[in-house]
């Protein structure tokens, strides 16, 4: 599976959209752009993903560059339950053999 | 979305004992289950890949003796920390995967041995 890189750590206003990037330059033509948060001591949660056309679900919005090297989770209106460990894995999907990689994610602050 | 549940949510043992954890999908069938550990302020890290009917693939590193995972069923998957030492207390999170490739997790169990 390709890795991934974020930056450790974000603040953010409440209301504000919160914006988080992730660099996937080795991803292949197969790999889907997953993103994930953790709460303290909870499983991740699935929020969206994506191959290369942008998405958008209830959630959040995935912005995917055209060469598909990177990507950007945007949170358009950031909550302080919105404050979170925020990770972005690619892996082949729509295939029971695709695990998932962590990286060390970008922790949200989302502030009042 | 699909719901995965774990079994218990903690535990706590003595050095010595066995622990065995239990990984359900409560409304789905799970050909494939992973298992991850996660310590304090520390990412997911991949312990093994499980498929019903068939040796679970651990990652390197990770001692297949030790750490006993059985997936009987396309419902459950079981991991099992035998003769635990306060060095695996962990959080340990499961995941399970349907047919179309999607991964859901479990709530994680919390586990500290004294």
């Known amino acids: 599976d390709a890795k991934t890189t974020q930056p450790p750590s974000m603040d953010c206003a409440e209301g504000r959209a919160a914006n988080l990037p992730c660099n996937h330059s080795t991803i292949s033509g197969n790999e889907y752009v997953y993103w994930y948060r953790q709460i303290h001591s909870q499983g991740p949660q699935y929020i969206i993903h994506?191959?290369?056309n942008n998405e958008t679900n209830e959630m959040a919005s995935l912005i995917i560059t055209e060469d598909r090297k990177s990507s950007t989770l945007i949170l358009p209106h950031a909550t302080l339950r919105d404050t979170a460990v925020y990770y972005c894995?690619?892996?082949?999907?729509?295939?029971?053999?695709?695990?998932?990689?962590f990286g060390d994610g970008t922790t949200l602050t989302v502030k009042p | 979305g699909a719901v995965v549940s774990q079994h218990p949510s903690w535990v706590i043992c003595k050095s010595g004992t066995s622990v065995k954890i239990e990984c359900r999908s409560l409304?789905?069938?799970?050909?494939?289950m992973f298992w991850y550990r996660q310590f304090p302020k520390q990412s997911l890290m991949l312990m093994a890949t499980?498929?019903?009917?068939?040796?679970?693939?651990?990652e390197q590193g990770v001692e297949k003796d030790k750490f006993l995972i059985n997936h009987a069923s396309l419902t459950l998957s079981t991991l099992t920390v035998t003769s635990a030492h306060p060095e695996d207390s962990s959080f340990y999170i499961c995941?399970?995967?349907?047919?179309?490739?999607?991964?859901?997790f479990g709530p994680g169990t919390r586990l500290t041995v004294l």
């Open positions: 499980s498929n019903e009917g068939s040796k679970a693939t651990y």
């Open positions: 994506g191959l290369k």
């Open positions: 995941s399970a995967t349907p047919l179309s490739g999607e991964q859901f």
């Open positions: 409304d789905f069938q799970a050909t494939t």
């Open positions: 894995i690619v892996r082949v999907a729509n295939t029971n053999a695709g695990k998932s990689t």
